[in-house]
Structure formats: structure tokens, C-alpha cells
T-cell receptor, first 116, second 112 residues
């Protein structure tokens, strides 16, 4: 079974530039998550989708971050304009049905962003 | 946000030693999960504990959920270099989405 796919693996940009990350979850998984992991910390939830609807985006900095999952499958996370503090690994995860609770999250390898 | 505090933050031990890492919160959780993350990879689920007082074993790893469902521990017996990684505990948000809220993790290094 194919895992969660993310791209790009690495991205280096200047501050105030924009960047986009792509995620393809495990086939059949209804719930998709984007997490931000800053070095030395645990993952922090940015946004949770159930199919193509947003369940929770309370921790997404909406003035610069946006995410979509238009067809309920793959998803894109965009940052515009980037700040130095956005340097982190952006992890995408999926689960069969996150609204049932206690389900396993399957993570991709992450996209490492460096903002100079 | 329900905070999960993990201790110790860092642990460096020799192969063969035993260790315990802790995950504590002031909030009650319906369940807690433990993940291990290796450098350059995403976290991978080790175990889910659901019942207060529950003990689960996974080879040399023993997980315990506190009676009050506010804390959990992970004990590793006879650690191996392959156990090296970041150990994260996580519990579902109290809001409707049940997305996982993670602790900062314990970074474990096991040297031969």
C-alpha cells in the first residue's frame, strides 16, 4: 500500500517569497492534516480536512497561510509571504476517518522549508 | 489547547540500559497515542492506550496509561541503537475534529 506522498522534500526561499507544498494521502483516507514541526518541538496542527471540507483551521495563520483540498483527495498548503519563523518541516498526515477519534495517523516524510 | 508535557527532553544512554519517558497533562484524555519519529521521516504510531490503568507491551516497550487518564509512560527494556529517535505522545483535541495534539517529545540516543 502506498504511503502519504509529499513534495518537495526541501525548499529554500527568501523571506517575503511564496511557497507551496503538495500532499497525496493514502487512497481512501477521508481525513487529511497539515502539521508544522519546528526544530526541537512536536508537530503542531495547522489544518484538518474531512473529505473536501475544513474541520479545524483554528491554528492556521490565515493572513499568510492557505490550504485547499478541492476534490477531497490531494491537498496544497501555501505560504505567502513567508517569514523567517516559518522555517520548519511541514508534515502531511491522513487517517481513515479522523472524526471517529483514536484512529492512527499516517504521516508523509515532510517538506523541509528554510526561509532566509 | 490541551497541553502534553514530556520528560525528559533529551536522553542519552548506552545499549542495554533501561529507561522511562513520561507524558503528563492537567487534562483528561479519552485516549493517548505514542509515536516514534526518526530523522528525516514522519512519526510512526507505536501504540494507542484507551482505558485508565491500561498496560500494553510491544516487544521491549511497555506503555502505561494513568488511572485518571491524564498521563502515560513508556518504558524501554534493554535499549538498542535501533530505538534511537524522537518519542512523541499525542492526544485528541477536545474540539470536534479529534485531531491529535502532540507533546514536544523526548529525543533518545542509544549508543553501542
Amino acid at each position: 500500500e502506498a504511503g502519504v506522498a509529499q513534495s518537495p522534500r526541501y525548499k529554500i526561499i527568501e523571506k517575503r517569497q511564496s511557497v507551496a507544498f503538495w500532499c497525496n494521502p493514502i487512497s481512501g483516507h477521508a481525513t487529511l492534516y497539515w502539521y508544522q514541526q519546528i526544530l526541537g518541538q512536536g508537530p503542531k496542527l495547522l489544518i484538518q480536512f474531512q473529505n473536501n471540507g475544513v474541520v479545524d483551521d483554528s491554528q492556521l495563520p490565515k493572513d499568510r497561510f492557505s490550504a485547499e483540498r478541492l476534490k477531497g483527495v490531494d491537498s496544497t498548503l501555501k505560504i505567502q509571504p513567508a517569514k523567517l519563523e516559518d522555517s520548519a518541516v511541514y508534515l502531511c498526515a491522513s487517517s481513515l476517518d479522523g472524526l471517529l477519534g483514536t484512529g492512527e495517523l499516517f504521516f508523509g516524510e515532510g517538506s523541509r522549508l528554510t526561509v532566509l | 489547547t490541551q497541553l502534553l508535557e514530556q520528560s525528559p527532553q533529551f536522553l542519552s544512554i548506552q545499549e542495554g540500559e533501561n529507561l522511562t519517558v513520561y507524558c503528563n497533562s492537567s487534562s483528561v484524555f479519552s485516549s493517548l497515542q505514542w509515536y516514534r519519529q526518526e530523522p528525516g521521516e514522519g512519526p510512526v504510531l507505536l501504540v494507542t492506550v484507551v482505558t485508565g490503568g491500561e498496560v500494553k507491551k510491544l516487544k521491549r516497550l511497555t506503555f502505561q496509561f494513568g488511572d485518571a487518564r491524564k498521563d502515560s509512560s513508556l518504558h524501554i527494556t534493554a535499549a538498542q541503537p535501533g530505538d534511537t529517535g524522537l518519542y512523541l505522545c499525542a492526544g485528541p483535541h477536545s474540539n470536534s475534529g479529534y485531531a491529535l495534539n502532540f507533546g514536544k517529545g523526548t529525543s533518545l540516543l542509544v549508543t553501542p
